[in-house]
């Protein structure tokens, strides 16, 4: 299961991959691939940003050119040309993969700047289904307002909140 958690740092990091070294550091006890590893692991694979890049700020990664590839399946024409069932074909617009766009979306998400964002700047209505703050995993079982949450229960206003892609 894929899960959308927010990983609180003190300070800016002075680039993606400073954020990326910051965010490893915090998540690395609770890696359930360690061996060893107790019931309080939370994930076996994560990434910054991924299927909620873009929560910060409301930025929609579908609108990223660089989220798009050219379709494998057509080779970019929006037309396969095998179907047998020209009703088949237009449910599928042409291309079953790509609706007849000759597009497809990347695997991976692009790098959005704004999943590294300060505290105050992301949307006062952001929820996340959990944080990492100073080591502490905390699910919110908060639908309203993550910045409140984080105030209410960690009395923190101020430093930065990287967006981070779950699973377990
Ligand atoms: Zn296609």
């Known amino acids: ?17 400073e954020a990326e070294q910051m965010v490893g550091e915090l998540m690395a006890p609770y890696d ?5 590893a107790t019931a309080e692991a939370f994930w ?18 579908e609108t990223d050119i660089r989220n798009y590839e050219v379709c494998r ?14 009703k088949m074909r ?4 042409g291309c079953n993969s790509c609706r007849g766009t ?10 959005h700047p704004g999943d ?8 006062d209505s952001m929820t996340a289904f959990a944080v990492l703050v100073n080591g502490e995993y905390r699910e919110t079982d908060d639908t309203k307002s993550l910045k409140e949450y984080l105030k209410r ?11 981070v892609d779950c699973h377990d």
């Open 153 to 163: 229960t960690f009395k923190i206003t101020t430093g930065v909140l990287v967006t």
């Open 102 to 111: 000759g597009l497809s979306h990347t695997w991976e998400t692009a790098p």
């Open 1 to 17: 299961m894929h899960s959308h958690i927010e990983v609180w740092l003190p300070r800016m990091p002075k680039s993606r991959k």
């Open 116 to 123: 590294i964002m300060e505290l105050d700047k992301v949307s």
């Open 73 to 86: 399946i057509c080779k970019g024409t929006g037309d396969r040309g095998d179907y047998d069932d020209e």
């Open 90 to 93: 237009n449910w599928h617009r």
């Open 32 to 36: 359930s691939n360690r061996p060893g």
């Open 44 to 61: 076996d694979w994560y990434v910054i940003g991924g299927r909620w890049t873009g929560e910060h700020d409301g930025f929609d990664s």
